[in-house]
């Protein structure tokens, strides 16, 4: 137990050096250059709340995007999902189950190639496929031809990154208590994630998912194919929750749409209002500010607290 706690305080250390994350509730403690088989190395912030205790075990959200959610003074645009302060009081009001975050930082540009499901995507022809990438490459998303990494981005997530948060946090280890959530592309592998791996994540949260893909809705490939994956590969309903929502300002504007068919395939796999939550904000634009004036929704949704 004693080499397990200066093991954190060494890991705190290094991650405070390495860029200083401010938080209002909890604390941060940064894995710095997680190394990892299948990807490259990241900084991976694990998020703990507030009097969290060896004594009881937590219930974990992983989140993509880690660079994104705590300290807006870090971020790229000023903005942050401020996890922290939204999970820390819906924990000390008991509105959700006691949890902590594991955010993993993006890659810059592979983190389009990891985010991308891949099934669907190698499902495409290659002219298809070719149509995307060259439109990705256009927009400076990626630097290459795209070649999705989300398959082993997710066995990153999965055989590396969980069993350490298992074997060095007191944390619940099954997929009831385990969830992921991510926005934009985030909320695409999200979805993703939950599908590949339904034994390892009981609920996802994605916020203004792309099911574009890309930019643009006319001839486009990528929500088709992402539809078609979902009919045969969605989760079990009774075991399983799932959050989607999306506004319809700046990227958001291409989403309703494609929101409402992705409603209508849920329903029909067996998905209601008890294990499915599809939210719509009018008015709302792809941001960090507009997520975060949402996030205690999927919170509450995915990480209520046991029934008495």
């Known amino acids: 137990m004693l080499m397990k706690k200066l093991l954190l305080l060494l890991m705190a250390v290094s991650g405070m050096q390495a860029q200083e994350v401010k938080v209002t509730t909890g604390k941060v403690i940064r894995l710095p250059d997680f190394k990892s088989a299948f990807v490259d190395a990241r900084h991976v912030d694990v998020w703990l709340p507030e009097h969290y205790s060896e004594k009881q075990k937590y219930a974990v959200l992983y989140m993509h995007d880690g660079q994104m959610l705590f300290d807006p003074e870090t971020t790229w645009n000023?903005?942050?999902?401020?996890?922290?302060?939204?999970?820390?009081?819906?924990?000390?009001?008991?509105?959700?189950?006691?949890f902590i975050v594991v955010g993993i930082w993006n890659n810059n540009h592979k983190r389009h190639p990891e985010y991308f499901p891949q099934q669907p995507f190698e499902r495409m022809?290659?002219?298809?496929?070719?149509?995307?990438?060259?439109?990705?490459?256009?927009?400076?998303?990626?630097d290459q031809p795209l070649q999705p990494m989300a398959d082993r981005y997710l066995k990153f997530i999965v055989k590396e990154l969980k069993p350490y948060i298992d074997g060095h946090f007191s944390v619940y280890k099954d997929a009831a208590h385990t969830f992921i959530a991510g926005s934009s592309m985030g909320g695409m592998i999200s979805i993703y994630a939950i599908c590949q791996y339904p034994k390892v994540f009981g609920g996802a949260a994605c916020l203004s998912t792309h099911w574009t893909g890309i930019y643009q809705l006319e001839n486009n490939p990528v929500p088709n194919a992402v539809f078609e994956y979902l009919k045969t590969h969605l989760p079990n309903p009774k075991n399983h929750k799932l959050y989607f929502d999306c506004g319809d300002q700046t990227l958001d504007a291409l989403y309703p749409t494609l929101q409402a068919q992705v409603d209508t395939i849920l329903k029909t796999k067996g998905y209601n209002d008890q294990n499915s939550l599809s939210r719509f904000f009018p008015g709302k634009d792809h941001s960090e500010?507009?997520?975060?004036?949402?996030?205690?929704?999927?919170?509450?949704?995915?990480?209520?607290?046991?029934?008495?």
């Open 78 to 98: 000023k903005q942050s999902w401020a996890v922290d302060t939204i999970a820390g009081k819906l924990i000390a009001q008991g509105q959700t189950q006691p």
């Open 125 to 142: 022809s290659a002219g298809e496929q070719k149509f995307v990438s060259d439109i990705l490459l256009e927009r400076h998303k990626i």
């Open 289 to 308: 500010n507009a997520w975060r004036e949402r996030l205690d929704i999927p919170l509450q949704f995915l990480l209520a607290p046991p029934k008495p």
